[in-house]
Nanobody, 123 residues
Framework: QVQLVESGGGLVQAGGSLRLSCAAS????????MGWFRQAPGKEREFVAT????????YYADSVKGRFTISRDNAKNTVYLQMNSLKPEDTAVYYC????????????????WGQGTQVTVSS
């Protein structure tokens, strides 16, 4: 079983930056793709970004492309989401997830999930 713990959320003004971290523990193994998702109040959870185990495949939602960067440090079992040029519409609870591949991540599926971290962007 894998446990994921997100951190780094908070309140930031529009145009600012935040860096989210997701630390994995337990039976992390190797080969898992990791991803970030978000859910705003009253909306469905949506895909944000995903990265393959070897970081060769990286994908972003169109809404964050050019502003967000996903990365991972397998030695630390940690995945990151650098968020720049934040907008009020980025306000949401951000979730980290792991799964077998980036394709399933892009479809919204993950095998294990973190509890989420709140990101609030003020205008």
């Amino acid at each position: 079983q894998v446990q994921l713990v997100e951190s780094g959320g908070g309140l930031v003004q529009a145009g600012g930056s935040l860096r989210l971290s997701c630390a994995a523990s337990g039976r992390t193994g190797t080969g898992a793709a990791m991803g970030w998702f978000r859910q705003a109040p009253g909306k469905e959870r949506e895909f944000v970004a995903t990265i393959s185990w070897n970081a060769v495949r990286i994908y972003y939602a169109d809404s964050v492309k050019g502003r967000f960067t996903i990365s991972r440090d397998n030695a630390k079992n940690t995945v990151y989401l650098q968020m720049n040029s934040l907008k009020p519409e980025d306000t949401a609870v951000y979730y980290c997830a792991g799964g077998p591949g980036t394709a399933t991540m892009r479809s919204g599926f993950g095998d294990y999930w973190g509890q989420g971290t709140q990101v609030t962007v003020s205008s």
